[in-house]
């Protein structure tokens, strides 16, 4: 399986100049060039090279590598917009929303990120460094840091292209790696049921409860500091507001790979597998007062199931997708299904047989149950592919950070 290992460079003052000079005319190529792309209806990459490759070079004075890959680049973000179109991804065709993504040519920011093929980079990761194409010369000898997991995965197993890129003032390479995987336990002898949830972000059959309330507590801070700084509206607070972006996102992210690997590490431990719900389009289902909609808006269930399964698949576990269709109202005792039955948030008590558990609990259970059903029946163990590369290659596939290293790595 393919996965990212992210390490931070520690450039002098300029050598990151040279990297931001890179970046910055990488992605002003490829602008043009998307632009070109839009106006000639031309999209295809051996098409689209033979019209811009010598303009690319030229005026932007990039190698022949940073051309191809600047070129490259935009025929990805097309295939993708063009998927998202096709998937409704970008509401109903003719809607506000698809028409801004479909009636204008793409951009990419000055800072997104640009590929680099091993022509134009190489690694030293005894020395901690690697030697990096730039608009300026070839750079050499820029330091990078990296945890022990993360140099040992570079070592065995980096393949293909890195990503450069640039975030918070901060210089980073994703390096594709790809590791081996362990093969698939088609054999489990039970399931691990996981119930998502906000108020408890994970709930086993175990009766382990993985509580909210510390991320919780930490989005309505995070929250109410937007839209005070925001109705302030001052230079000051533009920058602070600038600062503290994706702070939330990166604790939500932190705190996700931490279950995961705990869940992960308890099924492999016992042998089982695991049993998740199949929450595709609950946003779009689940109608909600206006105070409840920011909560349920920044619930990153989705992120802890890819991280699970990612995790799972690393190390051979299965993973099953039941239906969650009254999961929360059904009796994991005698299976009586009643709106009553969930008395409160916490709380289940069965109408039928006076079982009373907690209300996630129960909920675990009756998931646990509904992935033995499917077993039963047959259905394949799955354990879904990380997510594909974006095409700005900008945050969209699985990596590694230094954070990860310590709580959550694959290599763990």
């Known amino acids: 399986m393919k996965l990212v290992v992210q390490v931070k460079l520690l450039p002098t003052p300029v050598q990151a100049a040279a990297l931001e000079a890179t970046l910055h005319a990488c992605n002003k190529a490829a602008t043009w060039v998307s632009e070109t792309a839009f106006e000639h209806g031309e999209f295809k990459n ?3 090279r033979k019209r811009t490759y010598d303009a690319v070079k030229s005026r932007w004075h990039l190698g022949a590598q940073a051309a191809q890959h600047s070129i490259k680049k935009v025929c990805d973000a097309y295939t993708t917009l063009k998927a998202n179109l096709r998937g409704g991804n970008l ?28 022509r134009m980079l190489s690694w030293q990761i005894p020395d901690r460094t690697v030697s990096i194409w730039t608009t300026s010369g070839r750079v050499k000898s820029m330091a990078f840091t990296a945890s022990p997991e993360q140099l ?24 594709t790696c790809d590791v081996p995987e362990t ?3 088609s054999d489990p002898v039970d399931f691990l049921g996981i119930d998502l949830g906000i108020v408890n972000i994970a709930t086993t059959s175990d009766g382990e409860i993985m509580a909210g309330r510390e991320l919780n507590r930490t989005r309505r801070r995070e929250r109410g500091l937007r ?8 230079l000051s607070a533009k920058r602070r507001l600038k600062k503290r972006r994706r702070k939330e996102a990166r604790r939500a992210r932190d705190i996700n790979h931490k279950i995961a690997k705990h869940v992960v590490a308890e099924a492999e431990r016992t042998g089982r597998g695991i049993a998740l719900e199949d929450l595709t389009g609950i946003r779009e289902r689940v109608r909600l007062n206006k105070p409840q909609r920011a909560t349920h808006s ?19 576990v299965a993973v099953v997708y039941v239906d969650p269709a009254y999961t929360s109202r059904t009796c994991a005792e005698c299976g009586h299904v009643d709106r009553a039955n969930r008395v409160s948030q916490a709380w289940f008590a069965c109408r039928s047989c006076g079982f009373v558990d907690h209300a996630d609990r129960n909920g675990s259970r009756n998931i646990r149950a509904r992935a033995r059903e499917l077993w039963r029946r047959g259905a394949p163990p799955t354990a879904p592919a990380p997510p594909r590369k974006h095409p700005d290659g900008a945050g969209r596939k699985r990596s590694i950070t230094p954070s990860d290293a310590r709580c959550a790595s694959p290599s763990l």
């Open 46 to 48: 051996f098409a689209l």
């Open 91 to 118: 509401g109903r065709p003719g809607s506000r929303r698809y028409r801004r993504a479909a009636e204008k040519p793409i951009a990419f920011r000055p800072q997104g990120a640009q590929p680099y093929d091993d």
């Open 152 to 175: 040992a995965t570079l070592a065995l197993y980096r393949k293909g292209e890195s990503d450069l890129l640039q975030r918070d003032g901060m210089w980073f390479l994703n390096a």
């Open 183 to 185: 093969p698939l336990n």
């Open 227 to 234: 839209t005070k700084l925001q109705r302030k509206n001052t």
């Open 298 to 316: 920044s619930w990153s269930f989705a992120q802890l199931g890819a991280f699970i399964a990612y995790k799972a698949r690393r190390v051979g």
